[in-house]
């Protein structure tokens, strides 16, 4: 317990602050400023950093599994939009792609992206655009049959108008739903991000036409002060 210099406590006055501050540099929008003091004391991004995944987004694809179990041991993935790899790593583990769990199947996994990966053991990774014509039949052929689960962590580039990137984002997931109507065995499984706000009554409405449940789930992982939440549909019906 701290003391002033005359012997007073100073227990709960005068503390000091442990969170870090980013001070202010020339040139820095204050916008930055605070995204970057809120990467640093995100205890997300410190697990992250020191568990070895390439984003606190891992942490978001575990909670959700760990509720839902879809990525199970033998699953054949497909990821879209997969960069930096942050859920490659954590699907490898749990469908086994590495054949490390002895006596459980193998699965296999596929990730995609507009950009080149930094390879992920166990994940085979495409530079594709998901939404080129016949790139479903070349996702297939790679997988060698249809997939258990397709998910997308995928957004559109923002904006800056809260409203337009609603619409972006419920567009974006509206195209990888169709991609994965298109891939997914039956009784698969669909995981995409989506931003609340208002716009995704049609894509609640397509997912429950094709799918036995549908739920929305906002993950711990989620960031409290972020629109962003998952839809999460299971039971195929192809």
């Known amino acids: 317990m701290g003391k002033t210099p005359s012997g007073k406590n100073t227990s709960g006055r005068g503390q000091r602050d442990l969170k870090i501050k980013v001070k202010s540099a020339r040139g820095r929008k204050l916008s930055s400023t605070r995204w970057l003091q809120r990467q640093l004391n995100d205890p997300y991004v410190k697990r992250a950093q020191a568990e070895g995944y390439r984003g606190r987004a891992a942490y978001k694809i575990l909670e959700l599994d760990d509720r839902f179990r879809f990525l199970v041991p033998g699953a054949r993935v497909v990821d879209l939009g997969c960069a930096p790899g942050g859920w490659l790593q954590v699907a490898v583990k749990r469908i086994n792609a590495l054949g490390e769990k002895q006596g459980k199947a193998r699965g296999r996994l596929l990730g995609i992206d507009l950009q080149e990966v930094e390879p992920v053991a166990g994940a085979e990774i495409h530079t594709l655009d998901f939404m080129a014509d016949g790139a479903d039949d070349r996702v297939k052929e790679w ?14 580039a923002s904006s800056g108008h809260k409203q337009t990137d609603h619409l972006r984002i419920i567009a974006l997931c509206e195209t990888a739903a169709h991609f994965a109507f298109d891939v997914l065995e039956d009784g698969g499984t669909f995981v995409a991000k989506v931003l ?5 009554g049609e894509l609640q409405k397509l997912l429950k036409q094709k799918f036995a449940k549908v739920a929305n789930v906002k993950p711990p992982a989620s960031r409290s002060d972020s629109s962003e939440k998952f839809v999460i549909a299971t039971g195929f019906r192809g």
């Open 143 to 156: 997988l060698g049959g249809k997939a258990d689960v397709v998910m997308s962590d995928m957004a559109a």
């Open 196 to 200: 609340a706000g208002g716009a995704e």
